[in-house]
T-cell receptor, first 116, second 116 residues
Framework: EPEVTQTPSHQVTQMGQEVILRCVPI?????FYWYRQILGQKVEFLVS????????KSEIFDDQFSVERPDGSNFTLKIRSTKLEDSAMYFC??????????????FGPGTRLLVL | AQKVTQAQTEISVVEKEDVTLDCVYE???????LFWYKQPPSGELVFLIR??????QNEISGRYSWNFQKSTSSFNFTITASQVVDSAVYFC?????????????FGTGTLLAVQP
C-alpha cells in the first residue's frame, strides 16, 4: 500500500540553525501539506501546496518557513533560523484532491524536531 | 469560524468495555467533511474514517462505529469491546468545502487508555 514517507525521523539542532525536513508524498497525489504538533497538543495546519505553489498558509507559517517541491517526488519544509518554539513533530500529508473536495489526507510518520 | 471540540481529554477503560469518544464541530458551511485519525504511541497519524455532511448514515467497521448527527453537530466514535491495542490519542478533524485547499482543523484529541 502506498504511503507517505518522511526523513529524518528525528532531528536535533541548535537555535538559529537552518533545518530541512523531507517528505515523499504518495505518487499519484497532487496536494501536499505540512502540519505540526507541539508535544501534547493538537495538530495544526501550516501550509498546503499544489501545482508548484502555496495554496494556503496559516499564521504560523511566517517568513522563516518555506516549502519546495525540488523534483517530481520530494516535498520539503525549510525553517531558516530555528527557534526554541519550533520544537515539535512535523507531519507531511498528501491527498488526491484539495480545493473543495474534502479528500482524505494521508500522513507520514512525522519528523520530531528538537531545537536546543 | 470552524472549530472542533473534543471535551474528553483522557478516558481510561478496562479491556472489553465499550467506549465512546465525543466530537462536536462548528462550521458555517453546509458542505463539509469530518474525519477521525488515530495516533498510537509510536506517533504516526492513521486515517480511520471520512464523512461528508450529506451522509448522516451511521457507519460500522468491525469494532468501530461512528454516529454523525447534524442536529447536534456531533460526530462520535464508539469502540466496542476495546482492546489494549486501541490505546492511542484519537483526533476528530473538519475540513470545509470550497476553501483554497481542504486544510484539516483538528480537535485537541482524546487519549484513550485501555487497561488489560
Amino acid at each position: 500500500e502506498p504511503e507517505v514517507t518522511q526523513t529524518p525521523s528525528h532531528q536535533v539542532t541548535q537555535m538559529g540553525q537552518e533545518v530541512i525536513l523531507r517528505c515523499v508524498p504518495i505518487s499519484n497525489h497532487l496536494y501536499f501539506y505540512w502540519y505540526r504538533q507541539i508535544l501534547g497538543q493538537k495538530v495544526e495546519f501550516l501550509v498546503s501546496f499544489y501545482n508548484n505553489e502555496i495554496s494556503e498558509k496559516s499564521e504560523i507559517f511566517d517568513d522563516q518557513f518555506s516549502v519546495e517541491r525540488p523534483d517530481g517526488s520530494n516535498f520539503t519544509l525549510k525553517i531558516r533560523s530555528t527557534k526554541l518554539e519550533d520544537s515539535a513533530m512535523y507531519f507531511c500529508a498528501s491527498s488526491t484532491g484539495g480545493s473543495g473536495g474534502g479528500e482524505t489526507q494521508y500522513f507520514g510518520p512525522g519528523t520530531r524536531l528538537l531545537v536546543l | 469560524a470552524q472549530k472542533v471540540t473534543q471535551a474528553q481529554t483522557e478516558i481510561s477503560v478496562v479491556e472489553k468495555e465499550d467506549v465512546t469518544l465525543d466530537c462536536v464541530y462548528e462550521t458555517r458551511d453546509t458542505t463539509y467533511y469530518l474525519f477521525w485519525y488515530k495516533q498510537p504511541p509510536s506517533g504516526e497519524l492513521v486515517f480511520l474514517i471520512r464523512r461528508n455532511s450529506f451522509d448522516e448514515q451511521n457507519e460500522i467497521s468491525g469494532r468501530y462505529s461512528w454516529n454523525f448527527q447534524k442536529s447536534t453537530s456531533s460526530f462520535n466514535f464508539t469502540i466496542t469491546a476495546s482492546q489494549v491495542v486501541d490505546s492511542a490519542v484519537y483526533f476528530c478533524a473538519l475540513s470545509e468545502h470550497g476553501g483554497a485547499t481542504n486544510k484539516l482543523i483538528f480537535g485537541t484529541g482524546t487519549l484513550l487508555a485501555v487497561q488489560p
